[in-house]
């Protein structure tokens, strides 16, 4: 299987907008049927063990026939993904003959990948088909923000902490180094099953907000 590091900033043009109906009357129908990108980009989902570095984590996303690997999303730095750093970071498989990909820089200097149908120019098009994917693996539509403000824990600090909780409330998640390995995997799955926490979408391979927080919780019962 090919992958194509990108790593250009293209020009790009600024979408041309408009009230129309038909724009809106396309774009609640994609939206009803689950087939807006960032419908299909979020349902696709896919998150393992990184075949590059064991310690590491992948996430695959697909919409149409447009597939993208992020190589390292758990396991390296912002910094490392953005640089491609032994193979880390956006790779694009493929790209949808109705899509365009590009790799942007928004305006918190943080570096995206951004799909938008190439109807979305168009009057019979749905002018808000667009998403973006986050070097952690997050999937934006339309307005939603790249960087929370406020936000001052990074990736491997809330690692380091569901580690810390694990090891309390007596599971092995391994050393605590901020690093999202095996053991740490294993031990926040047994964790989610065993308080019920609801499953079932490939996001949750990933350490949600909504895990960290039944982690602090359970850990503060302990007190």
């Known amino acids: 299987m090919s992958m194509r590091f990108v790593r250009f900033f293209p020009f790009t043009f600024p979408l041309l907008f408009s009230t129309t109906v038909a724009w809106a009357n396309q774009c609640s129908q994609l939206e009803a049927?689950?087939?807006l990108i960032r419908q299909q980009l979020k349902q696709s989902k896919v998150c393992r063990t990184s075949s590059v570095e064991e310690t590491w984590t992948d996430c695959e996303f697909s919409a149409g026939k447009t597939r993208i690997l992020l190589v390292g999303a758990i396991g390296t730095s912002p910094e490392s993904r953005a640089m491609g750093i032994r193979g880390s970071g956006f790779h694009v498989l493929s790209v949808d003959p109705m899509m365009t990909v590009r790799v942007l820089v928004?305006?918190?200097?943080?570096?995206?990948?951004?799909?938008?149908?190439?109807?979305?120019?168009?009057?019979?098009?749905?002018l808000y088909n667009e998403a973006l994917i986050t070097l952690d693996a997050r999937v934006l539509g339309p307005g939603e923000r790249v960087?929370?403000?406020?936000?001052?824990?990074?990736?491997?600090?809330?690692?380091?902490?569901a580690q810390t909780y694990l090891r309390?409330?007596?599971?092995?998640?391994?050393?605590?180094?901020?690093?999202?390995?095996?053991?740490?995997?294993?031990?926040?799955?047994?964790?989610r099953r065993e308080r019920n926490i609801?499953?079932?979408?490939?996001?949750?391979?990933?350490?949600?907000?909504?895990?960290?927080?039944?982690?602090?919780?359970?850990?503060?019962?302990?007190?």
């Open 198 to 223: 609801p499953s079932g979408t490939s996001e949750d391979l990933l350490l949600t907000k909504v895990l960290l927080e039944a982690l602090e919780a359970a850990y503060k019962k302990l007190k």
């Open 147 to 161: 960087r929370d403000s406020g936000t001052a824990t990074t990736e491997r600090d809330s690692i380091k902490s």
């Open 106 to 126: 928004d305006s918190g200097s943080d570096l995206v990948l951004r799909l938008d149908g190439t109807d979305n120019l168009l009057s019979s098009g749905c």
């Open 168 to 191: 309390q409330l007596g599971y092995d998640p391994g050393p605590i180094d901020g690093n999202m390995g095996v053991r740490t995997r294993a031990a926040l799955e047994n964790f």
């Open 33 to 35: 049927d689950g087939r």
